[in-house]
């Protein structure tokens, strides 16, 4: 069985990691797991070298969709010493921030879309010491970021439409490194070099691009950290190989 991570000792955040333009993040997504051995599950993630959880709670309302309760994160909280990477894709943001913040995330990321009050809910995030992060839609102007920049953490990039996880029909949207890209190039405008988080169908094929137009942190799912074609530790090894000819393709910040 899995210990329990002390409460007096939370796990490391992004931030902490060394060389954040240099160094990929991977975050495993708990609503690819098999949701009925969810410990067995946490544990590969650990032993494969995850370095976040990526949790998507979704109330039905602001997408198709709610794979995820609040017990089943509470319980994760006390299986794993990885941290929580939240994303809140919900009408009521504020109650879900409070309730990740008492489950004990490391990052939290909500809508713009469905937030009335954007600055206030950074804010609260952010007193509590934890990673606040503003999520996108695919079409959403990347303007809506300029006057709470300064509270901001990371950026979460949608590439998809949100809907279903491994809806096999879907793609990314045409745009997606163009919009990676521009992203980056609009948040070097205010002299930040924060973290990009992209979601939705990052696979082995496209995460060299995705990095290499200036993301740095990547949700996996069903077609890289659960593909089918191989273990969740030979699948995360690959990511990273994929992410490394990213970086040997990334230009310089003068250039976006």
């Known amino acids: 069985m899995i210990t329990p991570a002390p409460e007096n000792t939370p796990p490391a955040t ?7 333009s240099a160094t990929p ?22 032993e494969a070298g995850t370095d976040y959880l ?16 609040l017990d089943l994160v509470r319980q994760a909280r006390r299986k794993t010493r990885l941290p929580f990477d939240v994303h809140l894709m919900v ?12 489950i004990g995330a490391e990052r939290i990321a909500f809508h713009y879309e469905s937030a009335f009050h954007v600055d206030r809910l950074l804010c609260l995030v952010r007193e509590r ?20 920049v300064d509270r901001l953490d990371f950026v979460l990039l949608m590439l998809i439409n949100p809907g279903f996880a491994g809806h096999k029909d879907e793609t ?7 919009r990676v890209a521009d992203c980056r190039r609009h948040l070097r405008g205010f002299g930040l070099d924060i973290p990009i988080e992209v ?15 200036g993301a740095t942190d990547l949700v996996a799912g069903t077609r890289s950290a659960f593909h089918p074609g191989g273990t969740l530790a030979e699948n995360i090894h ?15 910040p003068a250039c976006g």
Not at 199 to 213: E, H, M, Q, Y
């Open 14 to 20: 992004g931030l902490d990691r060394p060389g954040i």
């Open 25 to 46: 993040a991977i975050s495993a997504s708990l609503i690819c797991c098999d949701l009925l051995n969810v410990e067995r599950e946490l544990r590969h993630m650990e």
């Open 54 to 69: 990526h949790i998507d709670l979704i109330d039905g309302h602001f997408s198709p969709s709610m794979p995820l309760g």
């Open 91 to 102: 009408e009521n943001n504020e109650f879900f921030i409070r309730e990740m913040l008492d």
């Open 129 to 148: 010491g934890v990673e606040a992060g503003l999520a996108l839609m695919p079409t959403t102007p990347l303007s809506v970021l300029d006057y709470c």
């Open 172 to 178: 990314q949207v045409p745009y997606a490194l163009r």
């Open 199 to 213: 979601d939705g169908r990052v696979g082995f094929d496209n995460i060299p691009g995705l990095i290499a137009a």
């Open 238 to 252: 690959r990511m990273r190989q994929a992410a490394t000819a990213g970086f040997s393709n990334r230009p310089g």
